[in-house]
Every structure is written in structure tokens, then in C-alpha cells.
């Protein structure tokens, strides 16, 4: 139940983050972005959900994918200024259990 939580949560702070950007503020950073986070949100969801959606094999790909593209995104295509504690703190605190969620669905057999 708390998996299933997590995924509207994290899905409602991603869509209220990309619908609040002016259209002139998104960048092709963004554009690759969205692309990556509305596939990390189906294996989130398919985990939340116990839905095989595609095969381990993908998701193992993904796992590692999602998260170097996170890391590419956030320290070296930001500049360093923008780059807090705070907001360093507050990313992991958001972001480490949808990468748990993905390891889980990548390794772990899913329950019938």
C-alpha cells in the first residue's frame, strides 16, 4: 500500500514540476527528462501494482539508466550554484525510493 502511495505522490510532484515550467524555460534537458521520468513512473507503477509490464532484463537496463541520467542531469548539466544541501537532501529523499522500487522490479521476482 505505501508503494502504491509513493507512485501518486512522486507522479503528482513530477507533473505539478513539468505543467508549472513556462514554455520558454524548457530546455532540451527537459525534453529528454520527461521522456525518461514517464518510463521510470511505469516501472514504479508496475512495482506498486504487481504488473509485469516488459521484461526484467529492460528494467535492469532502466535502473541503471534512470539513475546515471539523474546524476548527468542534476550535477553536471546544473550549474553548481543551483546545487544546494538542501536540494541534494530533498532530491534523495524523493528520488531513492523510486530507484528501490526499480531495483526490487528488476531483481526481485514479482508475487502472483
Known sequence: MIWKIYSWIFTGILSLSYASMPPEAVSSRELIDI???????IGLFGFAFKRRIGARTFWQFWLFTAISWDLIYNFLLTTHAAVTVT???????????????????SFQPQPE
Open 35 to 41: 521522456p525518461i521520468s514517464t518510463i521510470s513512473l
Open 87 to 105: 536540494k541534494v537532501a530533498l532530491g534523495a529523499l524523493i528520488f531513492i525510493p523510486e530507484y528501490v522500487a526499480l531495483y526490487k522490479y
